[in-house]
């Protein structure tokens, strides 16, 4: 379980629960963004918070050094980040103004402004870098990439921005349906023999923050029957990664396919982890020994093709023919 509280919020008000990447979020009030997410019969329960909850000081460079200093897109604007690191707690600053704190033992992310929980910068930070730090202290760890269902299996992509994945991805017929369209949660199955997608993450840039389909549409197999209702069923549709598909940055005068070698998969991987530069020296490690599981697991295939889309369709035939070949 991970709280979520806000400045200004009173302690005793009604929490507000949410599944994402198999965890449950206690929320100190409804996040409108997370809707989609909302646990069944958990909306009025009084908020879980420490006995001794009180704000941590902030994070200064009287006192720290930042662990990472760089630029990213928040709310729709390009803006300057900084991340502090103590030993327990992260600290998130966006434009030189401290955004949020969290605490890694609680575990627990409490943002350092009024403005509701639940949207704009506030949603952005809280499903961005701080609950992916936090999913990644329990080996679930988040790549930038689309997925999608298909008659032969599951399928993640991953891309440079700009390449094409969600483009790729969002699609639906008989044979191909979005899974996932920016984020994608992966973790080794218990038995240690597969990588598994959990789908139950927001994605922030489609409608209603989600995919447009029910998991509980695949049979047992994790296959698709090729219908959708639109709806969310709390499900986490956590489910085998069977091949991740990796597109080339450069376009091709025609479809073509390669298997990479298993280090270049691995460093594909670990290029394509979000927030992978605020890890600490520990997660580092454990993110480089699951890196190098997936490479070993799930074959990485890298494809190139013309950017048009008018031949959208002869890829999405192109893939599933490539990979039924591969079976």
Not at 27 to 41: H, N
Request: glycine share 8%; aromatic share 8%; proline share 4%.
């Amino acid at each position: 379980m991970i709280r979520i509280t806000g400045r200004g919020l009173a302690a005793d008000t009604h929490a507000a629960h949410y599944r994402v990447a198999g965890q449950q979020l206690v929320c100190q009030e409804v996040m409108d963004g997370l809707a989609a997410y909302a646990c069944d019969g958990k909306t009025q329960q009084s908020i879980d918070l420490p006995a001794n909850f009180v704000e941590l000081p902030i994070m200064t460079a009287t006192n720290y050094s930042p662990r990472y200093s760089g630029g990213a897109y928040f709310d729709s604007k390009f803006r300057e980040v900084q991340y502090w690191r103590s030993q327990q707690h992260g600290q998130l600053d966006i434009d030189g103004v401290p955004a949020c704190q969290i605490n890694f033992s609680e575990p627990h992310i409490h943002v350092l402004n009024t403005d509701p929980l639940g949207v704009g910068l506030n949603l952005e930070l809280i499903t961005g870098p701080a609950l992916v730090l936090l999913l990644s202290l329990g080996g679930t760890y988040c790549m930038h990439a689309g997925a999608v269902d298909t008659v032969t299996g599951r399928i993640g992509i991953i891309a440079e921005s700009g390449a094409g994945k969600s483009t790729l991805s969002q699609h639906v017929d008989d044979g191909w349906r979005q899974v996932s369209d920016d984020i994608m949660p992966l973790q080794i199955s218990n038995s240690g023999s597969q990588i598994e997608v959990f789908t139950d993450f927001p994605q922030l840039k489609l409608s209603d923050n989600k995919v447009q389909y029910s998991d509980s549409d695949g049979d047992s197999e994790g296959n698709y029957d090729g219908s959708y209702d639109g709806s969310y069923d709390g499900d986490t549709g956590r489910k085998k990664l069977d091949y991740l598909l990796r597109i080339n940055p450069v376009p091709g005068e025609s479809i073509s396919f390669s298997r990479l070698p298993r280090v270049q998969a691995m460093l594909q991987v670990v290029r394509h982890t979000v927030a992978a530069k605020l890890f600490d020296t520990t997660t580092l490690r454990e993110h480089a020994r699951f890196a190098k599981k997936v490479s070993t697991l799930v074959p990485v295939i890298e494809v190139s093709y013309p950017r048009d889309l008018d031949k959208l369709d002869q890829l999405r035939h192109s893939i599933i023919d490539y990979l039924r070949s591969m079976a």
